[in-house]
């Protein structure tokens, strides 16, 4: 069984494509202006084969890139000034070798962790480019952080 992104979009179920031949996808999210963001893989929703963290726009799928890692590559929200967040896996490509980014401009940067922990991601943005997720220890407990100004927190200032 394969797992398509698609969008709606005029009315009527548009497929998205997913990267280099990928043969599943899933689109997480999409902006006021038309962009959608997701990922692409193998068995999407099944197993942490998520190989490609993708921005749809314009009719075109590009890659986001990743922190060296094969797996965990997600985008899952985008804000309408275009600013992308997920998680991207890192190169030791265990269950928790990824961390939470935020893309912009090309440019992907790694949001870290909370002190203490091993993993992250990020599941949301706002206008402000404030970024809500988790954060994990070794033994996978989360904690909800608040990223904004370049610093991750536990509470908000």
Known sequence: MQAKPVIWRNGNVQELPTFGGDPDGQAS????????VGT?????????DQHHALL???GTVTDL???GG???NVAFDINNQGQVVGSSGLPANTDLSFHA???QNGVMTDLGTLPGDVASLAEGINSKGQVVGGS????GNNRAFLWQNGV????IP
């Open 29 to 36: 999210a999409i902006n006021e202006i038309g962009q959608a």
């Open 40 to 48: 692409s893989g193998l068995c999407i929703g099944i197993a942490p």
């Open 56 to 58: 749809w726009q314009d």
């Open 65 to 67: 890139g990743n922190f």
């Open 70 to 72: 094969i797996d965990h």
């Open 101 to 103: 980014f935020l893309w």
């Open 136 to 139: 994990f220890d070794k033994n």
């Open 152 to 155: 991750m927190r536990t509470s």
